[in-house]
């Protein structure tokens, strides 16, 4: 069984970076997609960004396209999302998640394992 593990969250100023990692045990990145999903309070999950298994191909939500960057090291098993140039937008739990091979193509819905999540809070 996949379990997943969040950490890096905290406060950041507007403008700050912050990276997140995602530790994954149970099964070998090279079999698993990764997403990140984040929400916000009074809103409902929003999918930020996933990295494919076998051929690291990533993808991105408009509105973190070009502050965000989704990475692995497949020898830690661990999934990284680097947020720069953040906004009080970007304030959130985020979640990493899994549901195998893919990144879902249905969304966040598509997910099946989930890990526990991190706070975000993007604030001067």
């Known amino acids: 069984q996949v379990q997943l593990v969040e950490s890096g969250g905290g406060l950041v100023q507007p403008g700050g970076s912050l990276t997140l990692s995602c530790s994954v045990s149970?099964?070998?990145?090279?079999?698993?997609?990764i997403g990140w999903v984040r929400q916000a309070p009074g809103k409902e999950r929003e999918g930020v960004s996933c990295?494919?298994?076998?051929?690291?191909?990533?993808q991105y939500a408009d509105s973190v396209k070009g502050r965000f960057k989704i990475s692995k090291d497949k020898s830690k098993n661990t999934v990284y999302l680097q947020m720069n140039r953040m906004i009080p937008e970007d304030t959130a739990v985020y979640y990493c998640?899994?549901?195998?091979?893919?990144?879902?193509?249905?969304?966040?819905?598509?997910?099946?394992?989930w890990g526990q999540g991190t706070q975000v809070t993007v604030s001067s």
């Open positions: 998640a899994t549901d195998g091979w893919f990144c879902p193509s249905n969304g966040v819905a598509g997910f099946s394992s």
């Open positions: 149970g099964f070998s990145l090279e079999y698993l997609a």
């Open positions: 990295i494919g298994s076998a051929d690291d191909s990533t």
